[in-house]
């Protein structure tokens, strides 16, 4: 059964970087001293904090986040409900919602290609 864009799932993958998600002084530490509106910056913490998050979802759950960012930049969502009461430990602003998220995708589908190469295949959440 192939899952609908939902914009709701994006809220689950950015817990990682929430004020509400606070049991770890290190990940606090090394969110706030990146730049998230500098795009090798944001791929850096992506890399460290979402891939393991992301990689330990279902192969399905992982397209679904996949299609969902790109069924939404298709559509020029501004990605403004995503944000909506995200307090996080960016100590920047996100300037670009949508650059956020195309960064994002782009490391998304770069996690799913490397799992992909390796033939590991993932089972869990």
């Known amino acids: 059964m192939k899952l609908k864009p939902d914009l709701s799932i994006l809220k689950s993958l950015l817990f990682t970087y929430s004020i509400e998600n ?15 509106n500098d795009e090798t910056e944001l791929a850096e913490l992506f890399e460290k904090l979402t891939k ?8 399905e759950i992982q397209q679904w986040h996949i299609e969902t960012l ?18 996080t430990y960016f100590d920047d602003e996100i300037t ?21 190469a390796s033939g590991c295949s993932q089972t869990n959440k």
């Open 70 to 87: 790109q069924h939404y930049l298709n559509i020029d969502e501004n990605f403004s409900s995503v944000f909506y009461l995200l307090d």
């Open 22 to 36: 606070y049991d770890d002084p290190e990940r606090e530490r090394f969110i706030a001293s990146k730049n998230v």
């Open 96 to 116: 670009d919602h949508r650059q956020f998220m195309r960064v994002l995708l782009r490391c998304l589908q770069h996690y799913r290609l490397e799992t992909d």
């Open 52 to 59: 393991p998050e992301f990689l330990s979802y279902k192969i």
